[in-house]
């Protein structure tokens, strides 16, 4: 019975994207690359900008979320501070916030300080929105790690920075590559965050273009291109999922989701 629900389920997200790579290689004439040709070729189609575009925010938004979550996990699973409980509390009740709710007051507060319209502004705006549970599943990829690693480091000389980053960065490299995945993941699919924040064509994201290509020349729509290019943007996403679907499962089951 468990295979057989499995079955169904993979059968079930699997179908999708299967179809669509079928569609995106299927023309009047038989089978082909040419809706790809004219993904890359027409005039709202993709350009080489808007494939670094996403590049670059999904690696802005990677980095800057391993980074914070990181040291929050650490100091919330390692240390103790007033107001820590609360504090972290506070943390996860960003997860109660749609954050569609509040792209206009941040689209105004980037504007304040010079980041509205840019790849940095939507980066960081989706760093703050993954940060609650990537610092969730830190602190408990951290509480996992028995004390006497750290403690046995700290008795060898070893500072608190030193010992995170020798010691303790190598015990919790599963929770690192899950919070990383999901972050890819989020930034590079990400639709409605640079539709709001981002106006300049040249700045748009793969998303945003294969969303704008809806809009073509008489209200005709070239489904096919447009399945070439869903198909297009979730390579990277099945690759990277492939290459590291043993640590990133790992990442849950040793302590991730404990607490």
Not at 44 to 61: K, M, P, Y
Request: net charge positive.
């Amino acid at each position: 019975m468990r295979r057989l629900t499995g079955a169904a389920l993979a059968i079930l997200f699997v179908f999708p994207l299967a179809w669509s790579a079928f569609a995106s290689v299927r023309t009047p004439t038989g089978f082909g690359l040419e809706n790809y040709a004219r993904l890359f070729t027409a005039d709202n189609g993709i350009r080489l900008e808007h494939v670094f575009n996403s590049i670059a925010v999904s690696a802005l938004t990677v980095g800057g979320t391993l980074l914070v979550s990181t040291l929050g996990g650490y100091a919330f699973g390692r240390f103790s501070f007033p107001g820590k409980n609360v504090l972290f509390l506070l943390t996860l009740a960003i997860l109660m916030v749609p954050y569609a709710t509040i792209l206009i007051a941040l689209y105004v507060l980037l504007g304040w300080i010079g980041l509205e319209d840019s790849l940095v502004g939507l980066s960081l705006v989706l760093i703050m929105f993954q940060l609650p549970f990537s610092i969730f599943m830190m602190r408990n990829s951290f509480e996992a790690v028995p004390k006497e690693l750290e403690e046995a480091a700290l008795l060898d000389g070893c500072g608190s920075l030193r010992a995170l980053i020798r010691i303790m960065l190598p015990a919790v490299k599963p929770g690192l590559i899950t919070v990383g995945l999901f972050a890819f993941l989020t930034s590079w699919g990400e639709f409605f965050a640079p539709l709001i924040l981002l106006n300049s064509t040249d700045k748009f994201t793969m998303m945003l273009t294969v969303a704008n290509m809806r809009t073509a020349t008489f209200g005709a729509i070239d489904y096919p291109a447009l399945e070439a290019g869903v198909t297009f943007m979730a390579v990277p996403c099945l690759i990277l999922f492939l290459i590291l679907q043993r640590s990133y499962v790992r990442g849950f089951m040793s302590g991730a989701l404990r607490g």
